[in-house]
């Protein structure tokens, strides 16, 4: 696609549930980050992948969320046993290669009740 | 570790009014660093750049010159806006502890009134 897609774009999820976020880099860009963003906080790093590399995971807030990226494209944000404080817009980027201009999609506002 | 630092918003500023917003740097190589602009409901997009000491920056008017000396980056215009108003991000990338991983700031608000 044109730009970077992430789905869904709203979600809302029961606390305690498992959710999944998707996010589709542009093609050919081999680094992919996932921010969190508060209401009307900043961006929270939360990991970031560049090609084969081990992804840097120094920015997960604990041990119920992980990510992965599967071919060096598409990636996956999971959240385990969601907690309120979970809710938040998750961003993710993408950018050619490390150090260049990266690409945000539109986020993903998720809401847990 | 790697950090960067802006001025508290928001920033409330007339049309054609002169614009500066702070921007200051924690790093222990040498970043990139870069300014971010995001419209509400929309991703941070890139405003400009800049690579590496003296470099300056510019697009749409706005400014920003890398100051190693002073580990500052601030952004600038000469005359804002109305639709200027949107939510300002400074970020680094490339320092050794943050690898490539881009660190952003906290953001700061502009508000520009007719």
Redesign the interface.
Known sequence: GAG?SQSPSNKVTEKGKDVELRCDPISGHT?L?W?RQSLG???E?LI?F?GNSAP?KS?LPSDRFSAERTGGSVSTLTIQRTQQEDSAVY?C?SSFT??T???????TRLTVV | GDSVTQMEGPVTLSEEAFLTINCTYTATGYPSLFWYVQYPGEGPQLLLKATKADDKGSNKGFEATYRKETTSFHLEKGSVQVSDSAVYFCALSGAVDSSYKLIFGSGTRLLVRP
């Open positions: 970077v680094a980050y921010y906080q900043g961006l790093f970031y560049q840097d920015g961003l980027a490390e150090n201009e990266a690409f945000f999609g539109q986020g």
